[in-house]
Nanobody, 121 residues
């Protein structure tokens, strides 16, 4: 079965950088969009950045100019480079991908388990 596994979270001081990675595994026919979401305590999960299969990207206004999303389609991975981190970036970050598994007629969404990012002052 298809699964997404994230890595790279942790604790960093304000102004620092972190890089998150997410790898999709299993019998995959194709991957459409790949995205990063985040959820801080007491808030709804929000879109951080998304990248289409063709490479087009969309960012939340709060992270534009600081975060960069990229993907390696050959390896079925997506990464999020986070620079100039702020305390308000503290959240659990989730990887999301729209994947069509092998032997199926349609794609569906898959989520990773989440990775904690904490930015201290």
């Amino acid at each position: 079965q298809v699964q997404l596994v994230e890595s790279g979270g942790g604790l960093v001081q304000a102004g620092g950088s972190l890089r998150l990675s997410c790898a999709a595994s299993g019998s995959i026919l194709s991957i459409n969009v790949m995205s990063w979401y985040r959820q801080a305590p007491g808030t709804q999960r929000e879109l951080v950045a998304t990248i289409a299969s063709g490479g087009n990207t969309i960012y939340a206004d709060s992270v534009k100019g600081r975060f960069t999303i990229s993907r390696d389609s050959a390896k079925n991975t997506v990464s999020l480079q986070m620079d100039s981190l702020k305390p308000e970036d503290t959240a659990v970050y989730y990887c999301y991908a729209n994947i069509r598994p092998s032997g199926t007629a349609s794609a569906r969404g898959y989520w990773g388990q989440g990775t904690q990012v904490t930015v201290s002052t």
